[in-house]
């Protein structure tokens, strides 16, 4: 069975995938933000690799079946060099904490925002995150 593809005129997307969002999550990524490939994730194929296409826009996939994907790609460690992450709101939440991002800096960013669009919540948190990774790199 075919998957039906997405529809930006009649659907609702679950997540925006913004191309700045992908971006954004590349960018994470060549900055080492740590990732263990696990069921759960949204990953983006930026080189269409896997067939068939995905029902999410701009290439993004759900992982549902690490064994699927572990076929597609060989290995978890090819799957996490092929594709990106795209946390979601509450996984970046999860990372904020974990890479010592406190409280009161998300607070200061809802504060500070005028967020005027659906995901640009998810972008300030990304930015966030990038600015932590490239600050452990400094300090490293």
Same mark, same amino acid.
């Given at each position: 069975?075919?998957?039906? !593809? ?9 997540? !925006? ?13 060549? =900055?080492?933000?740590?990732?263990? &490939? ?13 067939? &068939?296409?995905? !029902?999410? !826009? =701009? ?25 990106? *992450?795209? &946390?979601? *709101? ?13 409280? =009161? ?12 669009? &659906? ?22």
């Amino acid at each position: 069975m075919e998957p039906t !593809p997405f529809d930006p005129n009649s659907d609702f997307a679950t997540i !925006p995938f913004s191309e700045r969002q992908l971006l954004l999550a590349q960018k994470l990524k060549d =900055n080492g933000l740590p990732w263990h &490939p696990h069921v759960g994730c949204f990953v983006w194929d930026t080189e269409q690799y896997i067939q &068939p296409r995905s !029902p999410f !826009p =701009n290439g993004v996939y759900f992982i549902l079946s690490m064994s699927r994907f572990v076929g597609i790609f060989g290995s978890r460690e090819m799957l996490k060099e092929k594709l990106v *992450w795209i &946390p979601t *709101w509450h996984q970046a939440r999860l990372l904020c904490h974990r890479m010592g991002i406190k409280d =009161n800096s998300i607070t200061r960013m809802w504060h500070e925002h005028d967020f005027k669009k &659906p995901g640009d919540e998810i972008l300030a948190l990304y930015q966030l995150l990038l600015s932590a990774l490239i600050v452990e790199s400094v300090d490293e």
